[in-house]
């Protein structure tokens, strides 16, 4: 795997040098041809303007575009801020720069101009938005698209570019799965829309190419270290790598596309080069995280008082021969901080990154390289690995018609884990087990009494991955407002998977060898392609804009994977090798291929600028679907009145400088069903049937199998008052989903428990999001903003036919959310038998499902948002993002096994039930021997009593940076840095954390580091 992994990064870095030379072909011929004389052909006299660019403290504004109006002269300003250009008395010069306003200054007679450039109080006016297949001022979006930039990405020590969205946009909901390092992220746009729990990713692009997000992971192999998902694509997406990410959420932004878009779309652009001279980055952090959280367990003597009272209940005396943590077999005076020993190491985290960009006006390129590693709180030697590169180039022709670009991004992951995590048995060893070495550094196993945790040291995972992801388009504007346009992307994703479980995990006692060793091997692949040709025309007269778009979409997408469990070993040093496998079973060998074509448009119209309709449609084609269903049509219409540019309205409301009206409403699809669902298909046996492997059916033929329909309404307004020093945007949304990809039942004699169909089961997302951002504090040397998000969502199934008689019987509730528990309805503690109690819903005096699971428990947040506020003064900077959540999740109590076994418990238990009449929320002690404590424990666990108030506010993040010197005034720019991530959180829930509810993995982690920026 490692000599795989040199060779793929030495054929990039080849490719990557021979792209240089490139670059630096074409630069310096281009250079060569602007220092040829020019001819004057203007009429007017030419006069040599010069001056220096800055901004209001003084300093040089590099790379400021200085145009002369209506024409497609213009330079760039040089690292000291100084430009020259020429132009006749009459010209206007536009002076335009990323982040400050737009001047415009007659020539006249003037032969030296310095300006000074005022950065924006706000971003709404000047910003460009991707909305995927065009670009729209945020000013006048019809649609809703939330935006994060690089200099956002760039402030938090992450490896996954989700994490960085978590608390920052309205109406997206990120879970971070855990804090092991490759873990996934799970994202919900404005809810749940499928009742498939598989069927609610959003779709990625990247520099215009569709990224698959499903693993190609086997969670037969990471499953028990790396939850949710598995090994998650996204992490081979570097986010230094990233110049801003854009969510796509209502139907004018997603209906464009198509059958892909009812869950959202995320649109990834990565960093391309800027005018300029060249200029060097690099970028050089380390840090540390721990887990932030830990439980609050009993201590030796708590815990032993907890199992004696517990036998003592149960009546059990004396006491058994294997309670080996009373009955004297182990230490009653040791105490081990477990927590500490199995997850409570520090993870050093190391990120360097290097960047080279320039170009003139013609040519521009960048090429970039990252490198991370992160290690775990795991005892041991574990760590993942990052390497990427990110090239690109782009080119436009002297008269500006033509225009080439071209980017590839190539990332190498290789992780290596531990392959159990060790959370789970940290937070239930008794404290008083056993030392974890004998005395000569080998594992105790304590005379069989116990089973040592670092055995699950020697069985590793092992995940090595890759990722290539290219994009090419070529622009030429055939005559004024006509333009013709062709993307083409390629991606490609390996993945290697490994988990080994030697013979050295089991007791010695057991007289176990290599024999007995196994491991599982899967190998997966991912091809795509995507083709996609676009005609745009673009007119306007002196009222009235038009722009249209119309384009084809060809993808392909092949797919395959080989899935092997080897045992039997003549030695555990080649248990990677399958060869020298005594017996190989192939667990899955699978190949599949998607097909997707479509044809997509869009025409707006803007009307003085205050009056925008915007209208989009697409007809999709997928492989996933019968033969009569392929295709399907999808639109949406969406309006907006900037009505701040009334007449009437200014004179009213002198303090509104910006007001806008918006809604739409369409339809946007959803195919992720997986390939081959409507056909006939079959798999291999399990066991060959006189030496012949047989074949069994999965599924029936259904040629009516179609897409899910999502229609999609949102009204809102936004408002900029006191010149946008505070702007405020609110919006209702209702999302409908139907046409639901579900499994009808089917009667037992037909051999099959479902058909795969279409269900007329509709599923409602609805609620209100809010976003304020305000300019506190606008001084020459002190700035402070404020920007606020909140969602309020409710998430409904409205109607599932025959919802009894299928197989969601037992989880959903038509009315309720799909996020739900059905469970018993708890009484609390029996004060005189000091058991749990229970509604008897169906009178039958037996508490048992389903009948008595009538109490109906929502796990969905109530709400959810985040607050940051970025402050400056002089040269330092203070970034602070607080994030919070409210919502309910289970009691750690539930999960973690009755209270009175041989578990460790948290010291919520010493408030037990002792004795007749006590009035107290935990039950006695028992220590599972005594069938109705263990019953009444057991219907606890599903019980409305173990959902509990999840809720959280977390300091999500802190930059703290100081400007040691910049590059336009000293040839050399320096940036010290101090970031944190989840550094504080207050909550009362009881388990390690709220965010992802589970304690059987590690929470995310408190990450600290301090860096360097150096710019040259």
Not at 657 to 667: A, V
Not at 803 to 810: C, D, I, K, M, V
Request: charged share 20%; proline share 4%; with cysteine.
């Amino acid at each position: 795997m490692k000599n795989n992994y040199v060779k793929r990064l030495k054929c990039f870095l080849k490719y990557t040098l021979i792209l240089m030379g490139v670059v630096s072909f074409t630069l310096n011929n281009t250079y060569a041809v602007k220092r040829r004389p020019q001819m004057v052909t203007s009429v007017n006299q030419q006069q040599v303007v010069k001056g220096v660019i800055t901004d209001p403290e003084g300093a040089p504004l590099p790379g400021v575009s200085v145009q002369i109006k209506n024409t497609n002269k213009g330079v760039v300003s040089n690292f000291d801020g100084s430009y020259q250009i020429e132009a006749p008395a009459t010209a206007v010069l536009m002076f335009s720069y990323i982040g400050y306003g737009t001047q415009e200054i007659t020539v006249g007679t003037q032969t030296r101009i310095d300006v000074v450039l005022q950065p924006e109080l706000t971003d709404l006016g000047t910003v460009t938005i991707n909305a995927g297949y065009y670009k729209v001022s945020r000013k006048e979006s019809t649609g809703s698209i939330a935006r994060i930039t690089s200099k956002t990405i760039e402030q938090q020590p992450v490896s996954n570019p989700l994490a960085s969205l978590q608390g920052r946009m309205a109406g997206v909901e990120i879970t971070q799965t855990s804090g092991v390092p490759g873990a996934s992220f799970e994202i919900r746009i404005r809810g749940r829309n499928s009742i498939r729990s598989n069927g609610n990713e959003p779709l990625y692009i990247i520099d215009g190419v569709p990224y698959a997000s499903a693993t190609l992971g086997d969670r037969q192999t990471s499953a028990s270290i790396v939850p949710g998902i598995g090994f998650s694509p996204l992490n081979n997406i570097s986010p230094s790598d990233i110049e801003n990410i854009e969510i796509l959420k209502d139907a004018d932004a997603t209906a464009i596309y198509g059958s892909r878009g009812a869950n959202g779309v995320v649109l990834i652009t990565t960093k391309k080069g800027k005018m300029g001279s060249t200029a060097f980055r690099i970028n050089i952090a380390t840090g540390f995280g721990k887990v932030a959280n830990r439980i609050d367990l009993l201590d030796t003597a708590e815990y032993l008082a907890m199992r004696k009272e517990a036998y003592a209940n149960d009546g059990i005396d004396p006491l058994p021969f294997n309670a080996y943590d009373v009955n004297g077999t182990w230490d009653t005076n040791r105490h081990t901080d477990w927590q500490e020993e199995l997850f409570g190491k520090s993870a050093y985290l190391t990120n360097v990154e290097g960047s080279f960009s320039g170009g003139n006006r013609q040519t521009q390129f960048l090429i970039s390289g990252n490198y991370n590693q992160q290690t775990t709180v795991f005892p041991g030697d574990f760590n993942n690995d990052k390497i990427s590169v990110l090239s690109n180039v782009s080119h436009q022709s002297q008269d500006d018609k033509l225009a080439l670009q071209f980017s590839a991004n190539y990332t190498l992951n290789d992780n290596n884990l531990p392959a159990i995590s060790l959370v789970r048995e940290a937070v239930r060893l008794a404290p008083n087990a056993p030392d974890i070495y004998n005395a000569d550094g080998s594992l105790n196993w304590e005379n069989s009494t116990w089973n040592n945790p670092l055995r699950n040291l020697d069985s590793k995972y092992l995940a090595n991955g890759s990722n290539l992801i290219s994009h090419a388009s070529i622009n030429y504007k055939i005559y004024k407002g006509l333009e013709a346009s062709a993307s083409l992307g390629y991606t490609q994703s390996r993945l290697k998977e490994l988990r080994t479980i030697p013979s050295t995990t089991f007791n010695p006692a057991y007289g176990l060898g290599s024999e007995f060793s196994s491991a599982i091997h899967n190998n997966a692949n991912r091809d795509s392609w995507i083709i996609e040709p676009k005609l745009q025309w673009h007119a306007e007269n002196t009222h009235t804009k038009v722009q249209t778009l119309v384009g084809l979409t060809f993808q392909e997408e092949n797919s395959d994977r080989l899935s092997q469990f080897a045992s039997g070993f003549t030695n555990n040093s080649f248990i990677k090798n399958l060869a020298a496998a005594s017996s190989i079973f192939i667990l899955g060998d699978t190949k599949a291929q998607y097909r997707y074509q479509a044809l997509f448009g869009r025409i707006n119209l803007n009307h003085r600028g205050k009056y925008i309709l915007n209208l989009t449609g697409r007809r999709d084609g997928s492989s996933r679907f019968g033969s009569d269903k392929k295709f399907a049509n999808f639109g949406a219409v969406g309006a907006a009145w900037i009505f701040s540019k009334e007449a009437f309205v200014a004179e009213a409301l002198p303090f509104l400088s910006f007001g806008k009206l918006r809604g739409s409403y369409g339809t946007s699809g959803n195919d992720q069903i997986g390939d081959y669902q409507y056909l006939d298909t079959y798999a291999f046996g399990n066991a060959p049937y006189q030496n012949i492997v047989g074949i069994r059916p999965l599924r029936l033929y259904n040629p009516d199998f179609s897409w899910e329909s999502n229609k999609k309404l949102e009204l809102a307004i936004e408002l900029g008052l006191w010149k946008d020093r505070i702007s405020l945007n609110a919006g209702f949304y209702r999302n409908t989903s139907s046409n639901q990809l579900v499994g009808i039942p089917l009667p037992g004699t037909t051999g099959f428990s479902t058909l795969n169909a279409n269900l007329d089961a509709t599923v409602e997302n609805k609620g209100w999001e809010f976003e304020l951002r305000s300019v506190n504090i606008n001084g020459d040397h002190f700035k402070w903003t404020t920007d606020f998000n909140l969602t309020i969502p409710k998430n409904t199934l409205l109607q599932f036919p025959d919802l009894e008689g299928s197989t969601y019987a037992n989880t959903l509730v038509v009315g309720q959310p799909l996020n739900i528990l059905k469970l018993y309805g708890a009484n609390g503690v029996n004060p005189q038998t000091g058991l749990y109690g229970f509604t008897d819903f169906n009178g039958d005096s037996t508490i048992s499902a389903p009948d008595d699971k009538q109490v109906v428990s929502d796990l969905n947040p109530r709400y959810y948002g985040g607050i940051n506020n970025s402050m400056s003064y002089k040269r330092f900077k203070l970034d602070l993002l607080f994030q919070f959540t409210k919502q309910q999740g289970l009691d750690y109590l539930a999960t973690n096994g009755i209270t009175g076994a041989m578990l460790n418990q948290p010291k919520a238990v010493l408030e037990r039930w002792k004795q007749a009449g006590d009035q107290t929320t935990v039950q006695r002690f028992t220590s599972g021997l005594n069938p109705e404590g263990l019953t009444a424990y057991i219907n606890y666990t599903q019980s409305d009593a173990a959902v509990v108030d999840a809720s959280y506010v977390r300091l999500k993040t802190l930059a703290l940076s100081y400007t040691v010197c910049n590059k336009e005034t000293n040839n050399l720019g320096c940036t010290l840095f101090l970031r944190g991530q989840n550094l504080w959180t207050l909550t009362d829930y009881n388990g390690l954390d709220p965010e992802n509810r589970n304690s059987a993995t590690v929470p995310p982690l408190r990450f600290i580091t301090l860096g360097a920026q150096f710019t040259f």
